[in-house]
């Protein structure tokens, strides 16, 4: 008989279980694009997914942008007259435009990856505690939950507008703090170098799958105890 190695699996989402990767970065060029603003590379953009959006939109667009310049949101918004600074509305409006966006193409369900459903469930009847770690808003967690199903099998999550984003570990403490779980008994998974820096700074293993945000040679930067080329390959490591 196989001897589990840890109590529990933390799941990034986007890009490790759904693939969504392609969608969140076309919404990001059609924002750019309504709002008038440089638009970023696929490169540039894969490397802020797993942020929260604001901190995503500021990496991405440090200096902001005029709020005269293109939608009727910055039309219903008071005036100060104040030169521009990159400030909160900015943001803010950015982050309407990308959720409009986003809601746009949602005409249909992003899909998951093919094979994560059977190991999800997989994973839970040989007993393992499985959460989610994602730089997903609460809203959009619960409503991806909700249209796959999946959302029953997860004993905890934690969001981006709840916690520190990653890399910072509070994610993953967290969940530790509230299952009861020792650091050497808790396994993540993730797509991106953010995924496992927050493992390696939580002091957990990780796994990194290479069908989502980066390459496997900079997942590798992080020291995760394997990579993974499909969903299925993680029973291996658990």
Not at 100 to 110: I, S
Request: proline share 5%; net charge negative; charged share 20%.
């Amino acid at each position: 008989m196989k001897i589990k190695q840890y109590d529990l699996v933390i799941f990034d989402w986007d890009g490790t279980l759904m693939d969504s990767i392609g969608k969140i970065i076309v919404c990001i060029e059609n924002m750019a694009r309504a709002l008038q603003l440089p638009t970023p590379t696929e490169s540039e953009i894969r490397d802020v997914i797993g942020l929260s959006m604001t901190e995503a939109l500021r990496a991405l667009f440090p200096q902001g942008y005029n709020l005269s310049a293109s939608s009727a949101y910055s039309q219903s918004q008071p005036s100060n007259n104040e030169p521009n600074q990159g400030g909160h509305d900015e943001y803010q409006q950015m982050r309407a435009e990308f959720k409009a966006q986003y809601l746009h193409l949602d005409t249909t369900p992003t899909p998951l990856f093919a094979q994560a459903p059977i190991l999800i469930d997989d994973l839970h009847t040989q007993g393992y505690q499985l959460a989610v770690a994602t730089g997903k808003a609460r809203a959009g967690l619960d409503r991806v939950f909700e249209q796959t199903g999946l959302g029953r099998y997860f004993v905890a999550s934690r969001c981006a507008d709840e916690v520190r984003s990653k890399p910072h570990p509070e994610m993953i403490s967290s969940l530790l703090k509230e299952l009861n779980i020792a650091p050497n008994r808790a396994l993540m998974v993730g797509d991106s170098l953010l995924d496992l820096t927050m493992a390696a700074n939580a002091g957990i293993d990780s796994v990194g799958v290479t069908y989502g945000a980066h390459s496997a040679e900079r997942l590798m930067r992080a020291n995760p105890i394997a990579l993974i080329d499909s969903p299925e390959q993680l029973l291996q490591y658990v």
